[in-house]
């Protein structure tokens, strides 16, 4: 109950609608693929990065990418992040 009341409130301090836009903070983004699932308006992109780490034997991550004229301002990108890498920003 306490958790619920805590994300309608973060949820109600969201900005949204036509004048927000969404963005991603690369660094915090691990190419989870969840809010590509979730946006309705194909706003979203997945491209290749360099990965940070040189202790792990991997190449490349994965990181998102915002295409600003698709995207609607829905914020349910933001909602299913599970490392709080994207922020609605002033369009
Ligand atoms: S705010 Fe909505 S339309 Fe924009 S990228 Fe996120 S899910 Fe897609
Ligand atoms: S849901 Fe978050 S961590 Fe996952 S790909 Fe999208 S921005 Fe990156």
Redesign the pocket.
């Known amino acids: 109950m306490l958790l619920d009341a805590r994300k309608s409130e973060d949820q109600a301090k969201l900005k949204g609608g036509e004048d927000a836009v969404a963005w991603?903070k690369a660094d915090?983004?691990?190419?989870?693929?969840?809010?590509?699932l979730v946006c309705d308006d194909n706003a979203?992109e997945?491209y290749d990065a360099p990965l940070a780490s040189p202790i792990l034997n991997i190449e490349v991550n994965?990181?998102?990418e915002i295409l600003r004229d698709s995207c609607t301002g829905c914020q349910l990108?933001v909602l299913?992040?599970?490392?709080d890498?994207?922020l609605m920003i002033d369009r």
């Open positions: 991603v915090q983004c691990i190419g989870c693929d969840q809010c590509t979203i997945l994965r990181k998102a990108c299913a992040c599970p490392t890498a994207i």
